[in-house]
């Protein structure tokens, strides 16, 4: 499906103010407006362009940054939940844990022990590569890994 | 005379904008501007690096077919081509310079372990990174 090149440089522009400052509030009416596209086009024009809604975008750019700064500060969870764009830290570690499969604490204790075999990388590309592969839902993840683990408890039973 | 890379080209979407945007806002120079038809071959130089061309090409017809052509324009425009690098030896001094030129810029100078980077976008859509010379 073709997409008009002017349209997708302007979807970009929002894509890049949501890079830039992940952890303010991005409405639709807010990416519509960087775009100039009506709010009802804005949605499925960037789901198209980029293959993923622009709220999980938005998600995704949210963990990668909060898994940064559990990776390379020392500044405690909950600041670091504030920082990224969370109001609650019980919303912020299970969604975490949705998205990464490891808590905050978890993923920090990891890294710090593991050697950073990304160090000759520019920095600014570094943490794209720690982007997370959102390709469905966290509210389906939730549902898929439930699913799964029912089953195998089922099958555990003799 | 050294060997290496001589030029490097980037998918534009427009020549005369991307001449504009290199040239006026970014101090590149033109290097070479010919034309045969509506094919033009179009490469800037940094000032500093006399021994490198970046090339400005528009996707099109006679080397891609009208598809093709299109695809690319799309993915310019949706910032998918590989990253680049300028570096500079002040970036918080080029970012103030860029910017009052109208250089679309997608992140503020950002020090991170004692280096300064920044972004910015040509018109097209090609991604830039900033980056400033580590003194040592």
């Known amino acids: ?158 | 005379m050294s060997q290496g890379v001589g030029m490097v080209g980037l998918y534009v979407r427009d020549q005369d904008e991307a001449l504009e945007f290199y040239v006026e806002k970014l101090g590149f120079r033109v290097h070479k501007d010919m034309r045969n038809g509506d094919y033009r071959w179009l490469t800037v130089q940094h000032p500093d690096q006399p021994s490198f061309e970046l090339g400005l090409f528009k996707p099109g017809p006679p080397t891609l077919d009208a598809g093709s052509a299109q695809s690319l324009r799309e993915l310019v425009a949706k910032g998918a081509m590989p990253p680049l690098v300028l570096t500079v030896d002040d970036c918080r001094a080029a970012y103030d310079r860029m910017r009052a030129r109208g250089v679309e810029f997608t992140q503020e100078p950002t020090e991170r372990y004692g280096a300064v980077d920044a972004g910015f976008r040509d018109p097209s859509g090609n991604g830039w990174k900033m980056i400033e010379a580590a003194r040592r």
């Open chain 1, 1 to 158: 499906m073709s997409q008009d090149p002017e349209l997708l440089r302007r979807l970009l522009r929002a894509k890049d103010r949501m890079d830039a400052a992940s952890h303010e509030e991005w409405p639709v009416r807010r990416l519509a407006r960087v775009s100039g596209v009506s709010e009802a086009h804005f949605a499925r024009s960037f789901k198209e362009a980029f293959g993923i809604p622009p709220h999980r975008y938005l998600l995704t750019r949210r963990i990668e940054r909060a898994s940064a700064l559990l990776r390379d500060t020392d500044l405690a969870i909950t600041e670091i939940a504030f920082q990224t764009g969370w109001s609650s830290l019980g919303t912020f570690g299970r969604t975490f844990r949705d998205v990464t499969g490891e808590s905050p604490g978890e993923l920090r204790a990891r890294v710090k022990a593991a050697p950073h075999e990304l160090e000759h990388v520019p920095v600014c590309f570094v943490s794209a590569a720690h982007r997370p592969d959102l390709t469905i839902a966290v509210s389906e993840k939730r549902r898929q890994e439930a699913g799964s683990r029912i089953e195998s408890e089922e099958t555990e039973v003799p």
